[in-house]
């Protein structure tokens, strides 16, 4: 859902008011080179007034060193930044306020021991030492009704949920005055719901005059609230392109660098029997409201089921029940005819069931081994015998999933936390199985390596697994589902066919319209 409801945020008309008006900030020929990568290569990039300008591009395309060099933080080996068309040098974050431009990092840098209003004000050199308490707290109720970021002045930011210490780091820029605001993966943080606020916020600001500058990997929220896009792959601008002159599959190619399938694929021929017969399960905790209340469903061989729901809704508990994790207070499962209920993981997995939770990186990986031994360690067959396979597997999920590593030898300690659930995926859906549960399986992955997630799923369905898949992101579940299951306090609220379901309907239905 994330970005999608947003689309009914007006867009300001920006470009055909502002594209005669010199750009705000701008860079030009801008390269950048750390020991070893080069992370931005003649970059050119021209921001305006009036506009949310997203820069779209995978991991270690060099968004976030762009971003850094325009803010002042980082300073570029070559190129000009300008601002209002003339030539400026940023030494640090502090010239780059000193000219208006601010930047919310991916990792905030507040003082979580203080309130919202002493982070507000700190580090501000126009401020009296002794700060004005009632001035930051009017400017930041006039703002906070402008933008839509209501915060509390007086709570203190570490007491804050993530999404609240985002807006205090918004709010902290505008209260500095700033015209120019980048946001380094803002959404990454957020949930769906938090991610729409969001976006209202950013229309707001560029309805205001300001220019917003969107990191993002994520093509459906770029869609929905930028005005335009510049893409960068391997440090490179590839393009600049209006969002309403393109498009999901011209910007995933443009991304990646290749053409990128990602329409949505659905059974091809009708479903088998059922696989997965799950009945009026419930999930009680004695003196707390329900989790799962009454949930029946059937997953049949050759079909992918998705059941969309925003966190805390039941899917995990829904997950984990029929994954055997945990015994249901009433109802019954049954895998490929086999009653596992209450029975543990192992009589699930027994019965034929594979499961792979959100929480990846706790589903036993070995740091210290190797990426191709770590595709090993779940394998029944004997260690000698598999390990040229698992060689051999290792180069496929390097390949297809363009983990970033050295090879099948390379230990997986040494990988960033993206490309280590690459590895976890490329291991946990090879296995075979008659029933496979999955929870979000493509978050946090780049395009290219969604497409191949994708591509797995729908081999697996082809193949006659029945799938569950569980999901806070309708793009991934109407990507793959062919019928949807709308989960919304432990029950079942809308079921739908994955090829007509309607995005709004479905996003009603997750938010409790008419529960
Ligand atoms: N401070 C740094 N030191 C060394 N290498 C870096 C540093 N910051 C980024 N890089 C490298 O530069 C490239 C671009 O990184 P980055 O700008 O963070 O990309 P993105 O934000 O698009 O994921 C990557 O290969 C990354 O590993
Ligand atoms: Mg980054």
């Not at 905790?285 to 925003?310: F, I, N």
Request: glycine share 12%; proline share 4%; hydrophobic share 45%.
């Amino acid at each position: 859902m994330s970005g999608q409801s947003a689309s009914g945020a007006r867009r300001s008309g920006a470009d055909a008011a502002s594209s005669a008006e010199a750009p705000v900030v701008e860079a030009r020929g801008v390269g950048k080179v750390f020991p070893g990568v080069t992370a931005n290569a003649g970059v050119d990039l021209a921001v305006r007034r009036g506009e949310v300008h997203a820069l779209l591009g995978e991991n270690g395309a060099g968004k976030s060193t762009l971003a850094s060099i325009l803010c002042g933080l980082y300073q570029p080996d070559e190129g000009t930044v300008l601002v209002d068309g003339r030539p400026v040098t940023l030494r640090n974050p502090r010239d780059g306020l000193a000219r208006g431009i601010g930047m919310v990092h991916q990792h905030f840098r507040l003082v979580e021991r203080f309130t919202v209003a002493e982070n507000i004000v700190l580090g501000d050199r126009r401020q009296p030492l002794v700060l004005s308490a009632g001035r930051v707290r009017s400017a930041m109720v006039e703002l906070g009704e402008r933008y839509g970021l209501s915060i509390d002045p007086d709570a203190r930011v570490g007491d804050l949920a993530v999404g609240e210490q985002q807006r205090v780091e918004i709010t902290k820029m505008l209260y500095r005055g700033v015209d120019v605001l980048l946001l380094d993966e803002p959404t990454a943080v957020l949930t769906p719901q938090e991610a729409d606020a969001l976006f209202t916020t950013l229309r707001a600001m560029a309805a205001d005059g300001k220019a917003v500058v969107l990191i993002s990997h994520k093509l459906g929220e770029v869609l929905a609230v930028a005005d335009r896009v510049t893409v960068l792959r391997d440090g490179r601008v590839v393009g600049a392109v209006a969002a309403d002159a393109t498009d999901r599959h011209q910007l995933a190619t443009m991304m990646v660098g290749r053409e990128v399938d990602l329409s949505p694929r659905r059974a091809q021929s009708p479903p088998g029997v059922a696989v997965l017969d799950v009945r009026g399960v419930s999930l009680r905790p004695p003196g707390r409201p329900a989790r799962l209340a009454g949930v029946s469903l059937q997953v049949h061989a050759g079909e992918v089921v998705g059941v969309a729901g925003v966190a805390g809704n039941g899917q995990r508990e829904l997950a984990e029940v029929v994954a055997g994790l945990r015994a249901p207070t009433e109802g019954t499962v049954v895998v490929a005819g086999r009653g596992t209920t209450g029975r543990g993981a192992r009589a699930a997995r027994g019965a034929g069931l594979a499961y792979v939770p959100e929480d990846r990186l706790g589903t036993g990986l070995a740091p210290s081994l190797s990426i191709a031994d770590n595709l090993l360690l779940t394998r029944p067959l004997g260690f000698f015998v598999d390990r040229r396979t698992a060689t051999a597997d290792a180069r496929c999920v390097i390949e297809r999933f363009d983990v970033k590593a050295t090879g099948p030898a390379a230990a997986v300690r040494g990988l960033s936390g993206g490309n280590v659930q690459k590895v976890l995926l490329g291991r946990e859906l090879s296995d075979s199985c008659t029933v496979l549960v999955v929870a979000s399986p493509t978050r946090g992955l780049d395009v290219g390596a969604i497409e191949f997630v994708r591509d797995l799923l729908d081999e697996r369905r082809r193949g006659g697994v029945g799938v569950l898949l569980l999901s806070e992101d309708l793009d991934e579940i109407r990507a793959l589902a062919d019928r949807i299951l709308v989960l919304f306090e432990g029950r079942i609220v809308l079921e739908r066919a994955g090829g007509d379901a309607d995005l709004t309907e479905l996003g009603l239905a997750m938010a409790g319209a008419g529960a």
